[in-house]
C-alpha cells in the first residue's frame, strides 16, 4: 500500500516548456488535490478534483491545467512554464475527513 | 477567504521539554488535522479529531479540539531531536467542504 505516489522527484525546465506531474494514490479516495508550496506562504491550493470526472479551480490555478485520468491519477500540466512557477508540488487525496500527501515534486523554472 | 492562524511561528527549545502549538479561527470547523514535515518530505498526518472537546492521543503527541470549534491544539511531551519539523494544523469547515483551510505552520528545533 504505497499511499500517494508522485513523479518525478525533481525536474529543472527552462522558461516557456512543458511538463506533466503525476499522482496516483491507491486508498480508493474520490477527491484529489495539486498545492503548491513556497517559503512563508504555506499551501495553496492549485486545483482539486471532488471526484472522477469533475474538477475545480483553487485559490492560485493560473497557469496550471489538470486532468483527472481515472478513479486513482490526477495529473497536473504546466503548458509554458515561467520562472514564478518554481516551487514545490504536492499531490494529496482525501475519503470523508483525512488527506494524505504524496513526497512532492521539486521544480525549478529558469 | 478562511484563514488559521497558527502560533508560534517557530520555536526552539531544549530536548525533555513540552511543546504547545495552537490554531484559532473566525470559523466554524467540524474536523481538524495536524500534520508534520520534515525538510524534503511531504506532511504526514499526525492526529484527526472529528468533534468539539475531543481529545486525541498518538504516542507523545496530544491534540484536542476545541470546545467552540473554531480553535485545536497540539501537546508535544518530552521532545527529542527527530521531532524536529514543521507542525501544520488543517480544517475542514461545516458543509462538508471538500477543501481544507491549513495554517502557515511552526517550526519546531529541538536542541539535544
Known amino acids: 500500500n504505497a499511499g500517494v505516489t508522485q513523479t518525478p522527484k525533481f525536474q529543472v525546465l527552462k522558461t516557456g516548456q512543458s511538463m506533466t506531474l503525476q499522482c496516483a494514490q491507491d486508498m480508493n479516495h474520490n477527491s484529489m488535490y495539486w498545492y503548491r508550496q513556497d517559503p512563508g506562504m504555506g499551501l495553496r491550493l492549485i486545483y482539486y478534483s471532488a471526484s472522477e470526472g469533475t474538477t475545480d479551480k483553487g485559490e492560485v490555478p493560473n497557469g496550471y491545467n489538470v486532468s483527472r485520468l481515472n478513479k486513482r491519477e490526477f495529473s497536473l500540466r504546466l503548458e509554458s512554464a515561467a520562472p514564478s512557477q518554481t516551487s514545490v508540488y504536492f499531490c494529496?487525496?482525501?475519503?470523508?475527513?483525512?488527506?494524505?500527501f504524496g513526497p512532492g515534486t521539486r521544480l525549478t523554472v529558469t | 477567504g478562511q484563514q488559521l492562524n497558527q502560533s508560534p511561528q517557530s520555536m526552539f527549545i531544549q530536548e525533555g521539554e513540552d511543546v504547545s502549538m495552537n490554531c484559532t479561527s473566525s470559523?466554524?470547523?467540524?474536523?481538524w488535522l495536524w500534520y508534520k514535515q520534515e525538510p524534503g518530505e511531504g506532511p504526514v498526518l499526525l492526529i484527526a479529531?472529528?468533534?468539539?472537546?475531543e481529545l486525541t492521543s498518538n504516542g507523545r503527541l496530544t491534540a484536542q479540539f476545541g470546545i467552540t470549534r473554531k480553535d485545536s491544539f497540539l501537546n508535544i511531551s518530552a521532545s527529542i531531536p527527530s521531532d524536529v519539523g514543521i507542525y501544520f494544523c488543517?480544517?475542514?469547515?461545516?458543509?462538508?467542504?471538500?477543501?481544507?483551510?491549513f495554517g502557515k505552520g511552526t517550526k519546531l528545533t529541538v536542541n539535544p
Open positions: 488543517a480544517g475542514r469547515t461545516q458543509g462538508g467542504s471538500e477543501k481544507l483551510v
Open positions: 470559523s466554524i470547523f467540524n474536523t
Open positions: 494529496a487525496s482525501s475519503g470523508l475527513y483525512e488527506q494524505y
Open positions: 479529531l472529528y468533534k468539539a472537546g
